[in-house]
């Protein structure tokens, strides 16, 4: 198992690469490019660079988060061979770096949404939260104006300008696309494209759904364990698997994180996990909160217990944090209760495998 912090390279972080490297436990970060334009390839004089950049720091790349999908590939449009053939040739220049596990979604429009990206708790910090009728209420264009407005001056990734003008048109778009179409283009693009992350050495993980449930008439399809495991037998490859995040599944009151942490770990199929905590109000309203068990409704520890007990070998990270003491950050990703969340994280794993000893 490798700990690891998701970094936003190009000066589009408030944290560096040399505060990554002096919390206990961090081998590593999960980065991207965020400025190439969805569909183009990623340049590989960039990625040696960004690499260099890394272990200057005395740090590690071997997770890419994320290589965006190109919405006429989730549309299944004609056009979408141009774009799995870019794709594939990033996948190329990322095994020339050595990255090993590619984080990716196959969302529709949206990557995922939030109705307040600083919402105030009792104690003061401040943290991203979901209100389904608010949300509801948003239309794309004051959706985004929402979002930005409290970014503090940072991208938001899944929210690209490029992607801002074509989001109405996209909704209107899926409306007359049904589910069972949204798998047919989601099996056409792993069948196209796992071939060569084996070839490559490179764990493809999807990221579920957030938040994991049908939003705006538009086809969500990575929300619980029977459509996980629909995913994954859509395509046998070992290349093929899941980044088990905790906190977008955790939403859904129906599913019961450790026993599918347990059965899909045991499967090999976890290469990446996403591990945060949720105090859920209802539903479908939830803000997000600190990381140990009695912040939240998720339990942490039976979570990492099941991945610790199936020989999870792969990568973690802490996901989302508040922003406390007086932090000014991208919201969910500061410094200071992401490093609180993967020390707490970092304890438990180490606790269960001195019990096992």
Not at 244 to 272: H, Q, T, V, W
Not at 315 to 340: F, N, S
Request: hydrophobic fraction near 40%; charged fraction near 25%; aromatic fraction near 10%.
């Amino acid at each position: 198992m490798k700990l690891i912090l998701r970094w936003f390279s190009g000066g589009d972080d408030s944290v560096t690469l040399q505060q990554i490297k002096q919390i206990p436990g961090i081998v590593g970060v999960a980065t991207s490019l965020s400025d190439v334009p969805v569909g183009e390839v990623w340049p590989l004089e960039r990625l040696i660079a960004l690499k260099e950049e890394i272990a200057t720091a005395g740090l590690e790349v071997e997770v890419i988060e994320s290589v965006n999908i190109h919405e006429d590939i989730k549309k299944g449009l004609p056009t979408r061979d141009r774009y799995i053939e870019n794709y594939i040739k990033t996948l190329a220049n990322l095994s020339i770096i050595e990255i090993k596990c590619l984080c990716y979604n196959f969302m529709p429009v949206f990557d995922w949404i939030r109705s307040d990206l600083a919402f105030k708790l009792a104690d003061g910090s401040s943290v991203m939260s979901y209100r389904q009728e608010e949300v509801l209420r948003m239309n794309p264009l004051n959706m985004a104006e929402s979002m930005f407005s409290k970014a503090k001056g940072y991208s938001l990734p899944g929210w690209e300008e490029e992607r801002l003008a074509a989001m109405a048109r996209d909704i209107e778009y899926y409306q007359n696309v049904t589910v069972d179409q949204y798998w047919a283009n989601l099996q056409y693009f792993l069948d196209a494209v796992l071939p060569y992350a084996e070839r490559y050495d490179i764990k493809m993980a999807i990221h579920p759904d957030d938040p994991p449930w049908p939003l705006f008439g538009l086809p969500k399809v990575i929300t619980n364990a029977e459509n996980i495991r629909t995913f994954l037998a859509l395509n046998d490859s070992p290349a093929n698997g899941l980044t088990f995040c905790a906190g977008s599944l955790g939403a859904n009151l129906d599913n019961d994180l450790p026993a599918m942490a347990k059965e899909f770990s045991a499967r090999g199929r976890i290469p990446f996990a996403h591990l945060r905590n949720i105090k859920r109000l209802s539903a479908q309203d939830f803000d997000e909160s600190a990381h140990p068990n009695s912040y939240g409704d998720l339990d942490l520890f039976a979570i990492i217990k099941a991945l610790h007990d199936t020989g999870f070998d792969g990568y973690i990270r802490p996901d989302h944090g508040r922003m406390i003491w007086g932090e000014e950050a991208r919201p969910g990703y500061g410094l200071y209760d992401r490093a609180l969340g993967i020390t707490y994280l970092y304890g438990l794993w180490e606790a269960l495998t001195k019990l096992q000893c």
